[in-house]
T-cell receptor, first 110, second 114 residues
Framework: QKEVEQDPGPLSVPEGAIVSLNCTYSNSAFQYFMWYRQYSRKGPELLMYTYSSGNKEDGRFTAQVDKSSKYISLFIRDSQPSDSATYLCAMRDSWGKLQFGAGTQVVVTP | SAVISQKPSRDICQRGTSLTIQCQVDSQVTMMFWYRQQPGQSLTLIATANQGSEATYESGFVIDKFPISRPNLTFSTLTVSNMSPEDSSIYLC???????????FGPGTRLTVL
């Protein structure tokens, strides 16, 4: 069983809709939780990070962590075609190593 | 965040040859990392490179196959040796920065082995 599970999609939504992404994990030692966005043929770009349960907002993006359920989410409001990308969750353990999910491909259609 | 560049951006190589990938950062960083991202899969850590010490390799990766150099705090190289088609992948370097030591990635090197 992988330590981080993420549905690979693709997830197709119309422009303006809310995109909902999530990951589950099994290792309770994970301390920091991150979301990266990766456009085709580019490196991953850090979107958000958080270390506590609860919500964190940044513009149209909201990251949510539920440590008791070992579940994290990313919501994108008012989605745009430019949000079409692969979104990777990542978790940092106590040794400083990142474990990545498989990535969810998101397609926002005009 | 740091600006990271990689060379080459892509290459097509013959089986049995070696390729050295360069990673340059615009600021001094302690920790640099090398990852592999195979088609349709997520990122897998190959090794961690600290300046002035031997790289630390993850399970399944060995120094003879993926030698790494880290001559200073802004530069590192990864060599993919004796390549086979199974080495076709995107290779990414990353650096650790910030209060919570988040990682920032370079643009990647897309390698195809024939």
């Amino acid at each position: 069983q992988k330590e981080v599970e993420q549905d690979p999609g693709p997830l197709s939504v119309p422009e303006g809709a809310i995109v909902s992404l999530n990951c589950t994990y099994s290792n309770s030692a994970f301390q920091y939780f991150m979301w990266y966005r990766q456009y085709s043929r580019k490196g991953p770009e850090l979107l958000m990070y958080t270390y506590s349960s609860g919500n964190k907002e940044d513009g149209r993006f909201t990251a949510q962590v539920d440590k008791s359920s070992k579940y994290i989410s990313l919501f994108i409001r008012d989605s745009q075609p430019s949000d079409s990308a692969t979104y990777l969750c990542a978790m940092r353990d106590s040794w400083g190593k990142l474990q990545f999910g498989a990535g969810t491909q998101v397609v926002v259609t005009p | 965040s740091a600006v990271i560049s990689q060379k080459p951006s892509r290459d097509i190589c013959q089986r049995g040859t070696s390729l050295t990938i360069q990673c340059q950062v615009d600021s001094q960083v302690t920790m640099m990392f090398w990852y592999r991202q195979q088609p349709g899969q997520s990122l897998t850590l190959i090794a961690t490179a600290n300046q002035g010490s031997e790289a630390t390799y993850e399970s399944g990766f060995v120094i003879d196959k993926f030698p790494i150099s880290r001559p200073n705090l802004t530069f590192s190289t990864l060599t993919v040796s004796n390549m086979s088609p199974e080495d076709s992948s995107i290779y990414l370097c990353s650096v650790e920065q910030g209060l919570v030591d988040t990682q920032y990635f370079g643009p990647g090197t897309r390698l195809t082995v024939l």
